[in-house]
């Protein structure tokens, strides 16, 4: 990466770490901590593992690019944050990830039943956190309109992600479609959140919504490609894509680019039980994907994706595009 757009990419990292800070006052409102509250002491023990709060950060700092003032986005803000850690509960018991920020997941610590049960709890602060914004009515009902349909595109496209596990025709269209509804989408939401206090018209909204289908698709892509390294939390363990069988973007380049035999023994792998998969598994895998170029492939769609979200960014209503350019590269250039 050259020096400049390193340096871009670090500038932005930290203007979305100090934005995403700024919900933090907020999340201890809507989810105050009690003693002896098993809701609460759950809640804050996955919150606590970290996060970076680059969903919430986008949105503050969007509505700012947008004229709007951050302030009256916060609540909206924070129940994007609420939701994303929701997902990410639900997530790991869908999985069955037992490591989630390098701790255990919420599901290992406290039981299976335990899990769902907080993770709808969180659902319904987040529903009421968008409901008290200090904004107009109507920008309310725009962004409750905005979050339960993003709620519901998440939903679709996870189901589309657990069903795909394993099969053999997947393609690389079908992870994007894949990807649109579960990640772009629910990327959005941020942005659009933003663009919707600040007030920006419908048409204008929309142009965010496709923005972020390319941005989400970028994001997804990336961490596909991180799951082979140590950077995604699992307490060092990498493969876990491979593990779970999940139809990556690596699986849908792969199984279309091998011959025969290896389509076959990349199948296999990844239709085995998660117990039965070994570290050999996970190996043979890593190894196929190198040599049939599938992390180039990669590499190079996510590369794509940001070219066609730039082209997005200049129909967008403001002067100063740079921030959203410099977040659509900070997309495909993150290591974690």
Known sequence: MPDQQADEVAAIAERLAEAGA????????????????LLAEAIWYHLETGGKRIRPAICLLTCEQLGGDPSEALYF??????????????????????????REAVWVRYGLAN?????????SVACRAVLMGPVEDAVRVRLMRAFSDTFESTCRG???DLNNRGRDDVTVDDYLEMVTLKTGRYLALGMVGGGIVAGLAAAAVAQIEVLCESMGAAFQIRDDVIDLTAGKGRGGVTGNDIREGK???????????????????????MRKPREQTTDADVQRVEELYRRLGSLDFAKAEADRLVERAFETIERLPVRDKSFFRRLARYMVSRTK
Request: charge should be negative; charged fraction near 30%; aromatic fraction near 4%.
């Open 22 to 37: 700024r919900i933090d006052p907020v999340l201890e409102e809507l989810l105050p901590r009690r003693p002896d509250d």
């Open 77 to 102: 803000a924070a129940a994007v944050e609420i939701l994303h850690n929701m997902f990410l509960i639900h997530d790991d018991v869908e999985d069955r990830d037992t490591v989630r920020r390098d």
């Open 115 to 123: 899990a769902v049960n907080v993770g709808d709890y969180m659902l």
């Open 158 to 160: 996870q189901a589309m």
């Open 247 to 269: 139809a990556s973007i690596l699986y849908a380049h792969a199984i279309a680019a091998a011959r025969a035999g290896e389509r076959r023994e990349v199948i296999e792998i």
